[in-house]
């Protein structure tokens, strides 16, 4: 996956790191028992994918021709056995 640039973009960067602080929350209050706390904390984690979404849309994430990967994989192929020249 690192070879194909996935993910290193901008908007892909921010919408994660939101959703990362949302799940921190969702599990500090998760542990103090606060269900408020844990619904507010899943708002967060679907706000980054929000964010993420309409930063892409804004031209921040990895445009749709790119996402192609730049080398198709070769099939293998095999010889038949006892086909030696």
């Not at 908007?11 to 507010?40: K, L, Y």
Request: overall charge positive; some cysteine; glycine content about 16%.
């Amino acid at each position: 996956m690192a070879g194909s640039s996935h993910g290193h973009t901008p908007a892909a960067w921010t919408g994660v790191i939101i959703a990362f602080i949302g799940f921190c929350v969702s599990g500090a209050f998760t542990v103090m028992a606060q269900p408020v706390g844990f619904w507010a904390g899943l708002v967060i984690v679907v706000l980054g994918g929000i964010v993420g979404w309409i930063m892409r849309s804004m031209g921040l994430g990895m445009p749709k021709a790119s996402a192609i990967p730049a080398r198709p994989t070769a099939a293998a192929t095999r010889e038949p056995v006892g086909a030696e020249s």
